[in-house]
């Protein structure tokens, strides 16, 4: 397929959708990647885009992101995700969602949408009352709500599994983990990776959740520029992503990388680079498919924290899994793990 708006890595998506709404200032992009498995399901990012093909560059990618970790998840979801360009200056967030919701509504279910980056439970909650395709919402006495913590137990998890296969460790006492990022996701990893007893490296853009985190974890606080290149055994980008690049990769000194965030690998080939140095990448959609483990039987009305949580832990037989596959085929992870989603949005 020939490239499409310059963007040469992109796999096909279905469509996109553009929408605007000047009363509130929404400037959105709804991308639905495939829809193979069922509607694409993916959260909606508020982010200041440098530029509005940096919007869509983005949307595209996370879409597709979203197909594969829903197929690995063994979710009957395909792909899809939302950007909205953050307004300049003072916006009102009730109308600015109640527009998005409108254009999430438009789409007739080909979409749905839940909470990302720059968005909260509370704006899911203003989207709810526009439109049905909305998860992740707190409902009093039913299941339901912020998906971070289940993000995070099934990159704990994947820790687990990781450092088993690749480390040789059966535990994580005295296991060096650098963390970048501690935010929802981040701050909950630290929990249970101080709680099984690794010892964290941590760095965030705000001093605050360090300081924080050093207070209660004892985490060692090390800069925004430092903290891929941690002498630890473990990475876990947890902040944006593109954070792997051939700029960052030769300089990293973990020997398996396992983080919440999305598209870590700034270029399909950086999954080569880090092959090449030997460290085992454990590629972000499979192992943060928690959130939308949750919020996707959250949607279909099946929440039940401990079966959601026994389903996020299945995360880690499939990180093992693919650990051997690689084995066979001589791929590496992150190339193996795309051509083990794509198999299943075929099969679907
Ligand atoms: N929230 C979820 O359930 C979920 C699910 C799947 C994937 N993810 C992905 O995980 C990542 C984190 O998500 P989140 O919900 O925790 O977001 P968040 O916005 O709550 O946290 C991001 C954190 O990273 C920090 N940060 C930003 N730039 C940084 C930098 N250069 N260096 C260090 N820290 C930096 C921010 O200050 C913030 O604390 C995102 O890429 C997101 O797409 C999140």
Redesign the pocket.
């Known amino acids: 397929m020939p490239s499409f708006f310059g963007l040469p890595h992109q796999a096909p998506h279905e469509r996109v959708l553009i929408a605007a709404d000047e009363a509130s200032g929404l400037r959105t992009l709804i991308a639905v990647h495939n829809t193979a498995r069922g509607p694409g399901f993916g959260g909606c990012r508020v982010w200041a885009y440098e530029n509005d093909l940096a919007a869509h560059h983005d949307a595209l990618r996370l879409s597709q992101g979203m197909s594969y970790k829903n197929a690995l998840a063994n979710l009957p979801f395909g792909g899809g995700k939302a950007v909205i360009v953050k307004p300049k200056g003072e916006f009102n967030r009730e109308q600015l969602f109640a527009a998005f919701a409108r254009a999430v509504d438009s789409l007739q279910g080909a979409y749905i949408t839940a ?3 720059g968005t909260t439970t509370a704006d899911m909650r203003v989207v709810q009352r526009h439109t049905k395709y909305v998860s992740g919402i707190p409902r009093e006495g039913a299941f339901g709500g912020d ?2 913590p289940k ?1 995070a137990w099934g990159v704990f998890v994947s820790v687990q599994a990781g450092a088993k296969a690749v480390l040789g460790r059966s535990d994580l006492q005295g296991l060096t983990v650098a963390i ?7 701050w909950h990893l630290a929990e249970f990776l101080h709680q099984a007893g690794a010892k964290l490296t941590v ?4 001093p605050g ?1 360090t300081a924080k985190a050093q207070a209660q974890f004892g985490a060692t606080v090390v800069g ?1 520029d430092q ?1 891929l290149a941690a002498p630890v055994d473990v990475l876990a980008p ?4 593109a954070s792997l690049n051939a700029t960052t990769i030769p300089t990293l000194q973990a020997k398996l990388v396992c983080g ?3 598209n870590q690998l700034a270029l399909p080939s950086d999954g080569n680079l880090l092959a090449d140095r030997g460290i085992a990448y454990l590629p972000d959609y499979l192992v ?1 498919a928690g ?1 939308i483990i949750s919020v996707a039987r959250e949607y279909r009305g099946e929440g039940e924290e401990q079966a959601v949580m026994a389903e996020v832990s299945r995360i880690a037989e499939r990180v093992t899994e693919l650990l051997a596959r690689i084995k066979v085929s001589g791929r590496t992870p992150a190339a193996e793990a795309d051509a083990w989603a794509q198999s299943l949005l075929v099969r679907a």
Do not use: Y
Request: hydrophobic share 40%; proline share 3%; net charge negative.
């Open positions: 909470e990302d980056v998906p971070s993000t970048q990022g501690l935010g929802a996701v981040g760095a965030d853009i705000d959740k925004v903290i947890c902040a944006l992503g919440a965030a999305n943060n959130g």
